[in-house]
């Protein structure tokens, strides 16, 4: 796949990293906000996507980018079942125990571990996006010489 | 009550293309579309007249607010569809390129 | 509100009777579009924002993985010329079309109406949600400390499809 012309590359160096940012904010804030770890995650993907689409496979080495996004996708559920099983270090024999102090609800430093879900099951959705697009792509590119 | 048989009409479309569509492309819109059908559905059931969207004010009392399960349940539907519809389309684009179409009673036929 | 509803129900209906029937493939997926998109209009007319956010994001994804797979193949719909049997088939399915037709009005008969319903299970959830939890959007609430099992399940539902189309498309198959 050959990138596209100058003018859509400048744009989407532009572009990308604000529509990153944005995901990050509904990830962050998705225990005040309409959001979460699901739109966020998907958010992050589609900037991703973006950049894949504009810059081809001249710019970006697929292959090595398709190893690390599933590394990445691993290590969040793995992530997510610690932190499930994360209360019985405080002697509390429940699964999914939301351990950490409640806060006062409204402020982002609040809702004891649900942030932290949110943050993992972000990277989670994410990295399998990712995962998916990056496969059809490669495999579109090796079928086609 | 229109608002159910509506959605129900649209699920029965959805139905009728992976019943009669031959190709896997299709057959696979349609399941998006039955899949379509089932969140709207779940979404009616739980709407209250007047109801706010399920975030909280805190400080005020006495709000009502629409049933806020449903919408969780098709939160991850949506993106487990989502998942489905890619790995269809995997499954496609990997028959594709090995029978080079996308009839799947062509695809039934060949062997090897 | 139910009238609203009902009109661009109309539309993603006849959105989707047309994506089964284009003859091209490309206008097919396209044509999908317009039920996703008309979806998210009725999300935010039923105050349900999360979902809003996440469909109109999901459906411009699926939308560009269709277009990845339809554009370097046979974009022409196979034609289907109709026989005898066919015709069976066809008066069959009309038959178990009416049938679950009328299931589904006897079902839905002991629904509330729309925009009347009674929250039952969900009571506690609303009530108590804020102390319980600390989350001020009960949607989240719901998903990460009450149900909790269902968000995990569906993560590994997740990994396992990206698992999948892994192993389907990078694996060498035997020449």
Known sequence: MEGMSTIVKKITQLMAGLIFLYGIYIILHGHLTPGGGFAGGAIIAGAFILLILAFGNSALNLKKEVAGSSNIESVAILMVTILAMMALLFGIKVFFFNFLPKGTPGELLSAGAIPLYNIFIGIEVAGAILTIFLALVIFKEESSK | MTVYILCFVLFLVGLYGVITRRNLIKIAISMSIMEFSIFLLLVLIGYIDNGLAPIVDPGTTGQVYVDPLPQAMVLTAIVIGLATTAMLMAIAIRLYRKYKTFDIREIKNLRG | ?175
């Open chain 3, 1 to 175: 509100m139910e009238l609203t509803i009902s009109i661009i129900l109309g539309f993603m209906i006849i959105g989707a009777i047309y994506a089964l029937h284009a003859k091209d493939l490309l206008s097919a997926v396209i044509a999908i579009g317009m039920v996703g998109y008309g979806l998210v209009i009725c999300f935010l007319l039923l105050k349900a924002p999360d979902l809003a956010i996440v469909q109109i994001v999901v459906e411009t994804i699926t939308l560009v993985i269709m277009v990845a797979v339809v554009l370097d193949s046979t974009r022409s719909e196979i034609e289907t010329i109709p026989d005898r049997r066919s015709i069976v088939q066809m008066i069959l399915g009309f038959i178990i079309f009416a049938g679950l037709f009328y299931f589904f009005i006897q079902a839905i008969e002991n629904l509330d109406p729309l925009g009347a319903h009674t929250l039952r299970m969900s009571e506690i959830y609303v009530n108590g949600a804020v102390e319980k939890t600390g989350s001020v959007n009960l949607v989240t609430g719901v998903l990460f400390d009450f149900r909790a099992y269902d968000t995990l399940g569906e993560a590994v539902i997740l990994y396992t499809a990206a698992l999948g189309a892994l192993t389907l498309l990078r694996m060498k198959g035997k020449k």
